[in-house]
């Protein structure tokens, strides 16, 4: 069985990094994308982006200039940096397995087949 | 990026029969997802590939697509279905990227 296990400062104040990781316990972890996935309070998901194992990144276009998703493979981790945070970025952030292996296009097939407990972050002065 | 619509607030009456519709280009090249999320939990994905269930996901639940509409039916609602329901596709404008829809709060009676 896959279980994501993620952590991070959850009290951030305006221009300051966000930074989260997520461990993965079980499964291959080397087979698939890791992803991040946001949602601000009482509001819908947004798909901030994601990384394989050997660190290849797609980032949602909304976000790219501030994010930065990094892969620690010794570890089965990987992580979440966005820079210069304002209100805007306040949310729950999860991490998310893509299922299907991410060396065969599958079309979306698989969807988000695992996720983090959520980490809460608020930005405010 | 492409869009996903889906109606925000839908009810059912305990037992009976609801649809919550997803709707958007993407679809039409690429698979539907459905995912439950109740308040304070994670999401949990409950339909992928447009109609097939992960094991332990109650078989009330079934997925269809035609054209640039996914559905998905919960036949005989229970109260534990109420929750927010969201579909996702990957990104017509880039099929490396992912959407999400609004959501739908689904409301058992």
């Known amino acids: 069985q896959v279980h994501l296990q993620q952590w991070g400062a959850g009290l951030l104040k305006p221009s300051e990094t966000l930074s989260l990781t997520c461990a993965v316990y079980g499964g291959a972890f080397s087979d698939y994308y890791w992803t991040w996935i946001r949602q601000p309070p009482g509001k819908g998901l947004e798909w901030i982006g994601k990384v394989n194992h050997s660190g290849s990144t797609n980032y949602n276009p909304s976000l790219k200039s501030r994010v930065t998703i990094s892969v620690d493979t010794s570890r089965n981790q990987f992580s979440l940096k966005l820079t210069s945070v304002t209100a805007a970025d306040t949310a729950v952030y999860y991490c998310a397995r893509e299922g299907g292996p991410y060396y065969y296009d599958s079309g979306g097939y698989y969807g988000f087949d695992y996720w983090g407990q959520g980490t809460l972050v608020t930005v405010s002065s | 990026s492409s869009e996903l619509t889906q109606d925000p607030a839908v009810s059912v009456a305990l037992g009976q029969t609801v649809r919550i519709t997803c709707q958007g280009d993407s679809l039409r090249n690429y698979y539907a997802n459905w995912y439950q999320q109740k308040p304070g939990q994670a999401p949990v994905l409950v339909i992928y590939?447009?109609?097939n269930r992960p094991s332990g996901i109650p078989d009330r639940f079934s997925g269809s697509s035609s054209g640039n509409t996914a559905s998905l039916t919960i036949t005989g609602a229970q109260a534990e279905d109420e929750a927010d329901y969201y579909c996702?596709?990957?990104?017509?404008?880039?099929?490396?990227?992912?959407?999400f829809g609004g959501g739908t709060k689904l409301t058992v009676l």
């Open positions: 590939g447009k109609k």
């Open positions: 996702s596709s990957r990104d017509s404008s880039d099929n490396h990227h992912w959407v």
